[in-house]
């Protein structure tokens, strides 16, 4: 069964509020990936997270992998319209690569 | 970074019939992977495209009904062989360029069977 988990499934916020995607694995990763799929479109690589504990930014987009490498979050400050789209994270565990189940977010203007 | 291309980007098949899929890399990759999507839901992994040797696939797929060529380090292609009206989905080609880096997707090949 799926092994790497996303919450929430959904997400609707107004312009300018924050948002954030929570990714579980239930075995120790070797590293998190992040990746946008805009609607119609396909998974466009944002980050990959290897260390244990690491905080990555990239503009309004903040990456963590947790202490255990078993989670990883993905938080944007500051809700635009651009940032619509569905947000996946996929992890390799052993020689296994999943994908989570991804979060759809929805930007209200 | 690696630019895909896959073609057809969509096609609409009666049952029975087999369409194969192709996916071009503009450099030459160490992996490639064919992922299916259905609408709204998350990849599953079908299988890898190993150049020179038998596809490896994942739990739930077997090479008579997804056959896998890779006959480069730039190229390959999938078959949905037999196709019924559950085999309907998105199909994608990514790319890695080495172990452990980013993958890249292809546009994906949107399957219809009717």
């Known amino acids: 069964g799926q092994q790497v988990m996303q919450i929430p499934q959904y997400q609707h916020v107004q312009e300018g509020e924050d948002f954030t995607t929570y990714c579980n694995s239930s075995?120790?990763?070797?590293?998190i990936q992040w990746y946008k799929q805009r609607p119609g479109g396909h998974p466009v690589f944002l980050i990959q997270?290897?260390?244990?504990?690491e905080v990555k930014k990239q503009k309004r987009l903040t990456f963590q992998f947790g202490e255990a490498k078993k989670n990883s979050s993905l938080h944007i400050t500051a809700t635009q319209t651009t940032d619509v789209g569905t947000y996946f994270c996929a992890g390799n565990t052993g020689n296994q690569f999943y994908f989570g189940t991804g979060t759809s977010l929805t930007v209200i203007p | 970074s690696a630019v895909i291309s896959q073609k057809p980007s969509r096609d609409i098949c009666q049952r029975g019939t087999s369409l194969t899929i192709q996916c071009q890399v503009d450099s030459q990759v160490t992996m490639m992977f064919w992922y299916r999507q259905q609408p709204g839901q998350s990849l599953t992994l079908i299988a890898t495209?190993?150049?020179?040797?038998?596809?490896?696939?994942e739990s739930g797929f077997v090479i008579d009904k997804f056959p896998i060529s890779r006959p480069n380090l730039t190229f390959s292609t999938l078959t949905v062989s037999n196709m019924s009206p559950e085999d309907s989905s998105i199909y994608l080609c990514s790319a890695k360029p080495g172990q452990g880096a980013e993958q890249y997707f292809g546009p994906g090949t949107r399957l219809t069977v009717t």
């Open positions: 495209a190993n150049q020179g040797s038998e596809a490896t696939y």
């Open positions: 075995t120790t990763l070797s590293n």
């Open positions: 997270l290897v260390k244990s504990g």
